[in-house]
T-cell receptor, first 110, second 116 residues
Framework: DGGITQSPKYLFRKEGQNVTLSCEQN?????MYWYRQDPGQGLRLIYY???????QKGDIAEGYSVSREKKESFPLTVTSAQKNPTAFYLC?????????FGQGTRLTVV | AQSVTQLDSQVPVFEEAPVELRCNYS??????LFWYVQYPNQGLQLLLK??????LVESINGFEAEFNKSQTSFHLRKPSVHISDTAEYFC??????????????FGKGTKLSVIP
């Protein structure tokens, strides 16, 4: 089945730790995105990548980092610099403007 | 730059009643328009989309939306809702000028609650 796979589904982080969220797609899409979702705030763009080895900051990139070494993979690292990382994170890929989403990772700081 | 406004954050409606979820957008270029649905703790699923052609688009589960360019709206409607329609709905717009990066801009979402 073609699609977007995010892992893990739930993730717990201690304060001061970096954590990496995985996103893999087998749709052969060039563009990939990371969004953060908080209640009542919709989806906010963290980073996006239109091609391998290239990515751009979105609206709320501070405290996050990404890499795009392979077309299929776009991992997101939540660093200790992100002051309020507890949220639901969604990865997507797109073609022709239409996005396809993974099932999300819920990150909680403990 | 583009933006999306969903005018209602929550919409309660009785089962089998009609519903309309409102969406307005602004953009300096021509756009593609989308409605996504999200069930609790899941990702977003595409409900329907307007790319070109007929301004009225339909989904397989009875929803429809009409692109109104003059009013810059893309309201979502269903003539008779079911309990299973309870979810959060997101309107989104994407640049289709050919020069953009096809970034999707989302509204803040409308929570539809269907009351038995």
């Amino acid at each position: 089945d073609g699609g977007i796979t995010q892992s893990p589904k739930y993730l717990f982080r201690k304060e001061g730790q970096n954590v990496t969220l995985s996103c893999e797609q087998n749709l052969n899409h060039d563009a990939m995105y990371w969004y953060r979702q908080d209640p009542g705030q919709g989806l906010r763009l963290i980073y996006y990548s239109q091609i391998v080895n290239d990515f751009q900051k979105g609206d709320i990139a501070e405290g996050y980092s990404v890499s795009r070494e392979k077309k299929e993979s776009f991992p997101l690292t939540v660093t200790s610099a992100q002051k309020n990382p507890t949220a639901f994170y969604l990865c997507a890929s797109s073609i022709g403007g239409e996005a396809f989403f993974g099932q999300g990772t819920r990150l909680t700081v403990v | 730059a583009q933006s999306v406004t969903q005018l209602d954050s929550q919409v309660p409606v009785f089962e089998e009643a009609p519903v309309e979820l409102r969406c307005n957008y602004s953009s300096s270029v021509s756009v593609y328009l989308f409605w996504y649905v999200q069930y609790p703790n899941q990702g977003l699923q595409l409900l329907l989309k307007y790319l070109s052609g007929s301004t009225l688009v339909e989904s397989i589960n009875g929803f429809e939306a009409e692109f109104n360019k003059s009013q810059t709206s893309f309201h979502l409607r269903k003539p008779s809702v079911h309990i299973s329609d309870t979810a959060e709905y997101f309107c989104a717009v994407s640049d289709n000028s050919g020069a953009g990066s096809y970034q999707l801009t989302f509204g803040k979402g409308t929570k539809l609650s269907v009351i038995p």
